[in-house]
């Protein structure tokens, strides 16, 4: 059981926008940077956004990220077929002191 | 371009332990922390700890502390990761994963992603 909560699955239909959630608390979210992956069968995990709402160059701007106190959130607009792949949002954590994964969200596009 | 080469698949036995290493290319080496990342079958990504090159400073997670040592070889661009007494709960793929940016210290700010290497663990 992660310290960082997601819904465990999400779904959408082509061109719709997704929201995936990521529920912290003061010792992780509230008040360290959020990232968030996208993780493909076989593949390995892909960085989508870091600092909370930053997107690395490559990304498509369909996805972003959000952050509002203790909750962090991925949206992804305009879905498409490939985007069907786990997401998993991480921060670093002053309690445990050292990072965490969320559990992962599965996103099936309908 | 900066690659992240793991060591091949593993087979060990219950009690026994496991080193993977990662051997990095296409960067300078000390500027970037190297995070370890397992995924259990079916699970999701589990942060096992961090390495700083510049120094081989080391935070692990509590999940693995007492089990797990995070080491690197400066003269081969190398690190390892080994993880000792073996359960079956250690079946998964491993990861070593740098950080995207030199400033981004011990966040797990992963641009870069070794293949993977499957540990199995059976008797």
């Known amino acids: 059981q992660s310290v960082l909560t997601q819904p465990p699955s999400a779904s959408g239909t082509p061109g719709q926008t997704v929201t995936i959630s990521c529920s912290g608390s003061?010792?992780?979210?509230?008040?360290?940077?959020v990232y968030w992956y996208q993780h493909l069968p076989g593949r390995a995990p892909q960085l989508l956004i870091y600092n909370n709402n930053q997107r690395p160059s490559g990304v498509p701007d369909r996805f972003s990220g959000a952050k509002s106190g203790t909750s962090a959130s991925l949206a992804i607009s305009g879905l498409r077929a490939e985007d069907e792949a786990d997401y998993y949002c991480?921060?670093?954590?002053?309690?445990?002191?050292?990072?965490?994964f969320g559990g992962g969200t599965k996103l099936t596009v309908l | 371009q900066v690659q992240l080469v793991q060591s091949g698949a593993e087979v060990k036995k219950p009690g026994a332990s496991v080193k993977v290493s990662c051997k990095t290319s296409g960067y300078i080496f000390s500027k970037y922390y190297i995070h370890w990342v397992r995924q259990a079958p079916g699970q999701g990504l589990e942060w096992m700890g961090v390495?700083?090159?510049?120094?081989?400073?080391?935070t692990y997670s509590q999940m693995f502390k007492g089990r797990v040592t995070m080491t690197r070889d400066t003269s081969t661009s190398t690190f390892y990761m080994e993880l000792r007494s073996l359960k079956s709960d250690d079946v998964g793929t491993y990861y070593c994963?740098?950080?995207?940016?030199?400033?981004?210290?011990?966040?797990?700010?992963?641009?870069?992603w070794g293949q993977g290497t499957l540990v199995t663990v059976s008797s």
């Open positions: 994963a740098r950080a995207a940016r030199d400033s981004a210290g011990y966040d797990p700010d992963l641009a870069y």
């Open positions: 390495i700083n090159p510049d120094g081989a400073g080391t």
């Open positions: 003061t010792s992780n979210v509230g008040s360290k940077y």
């Open positions: 991480a921060a670093r954590d002053d309690i445990l002191s050292g990072s965490v």
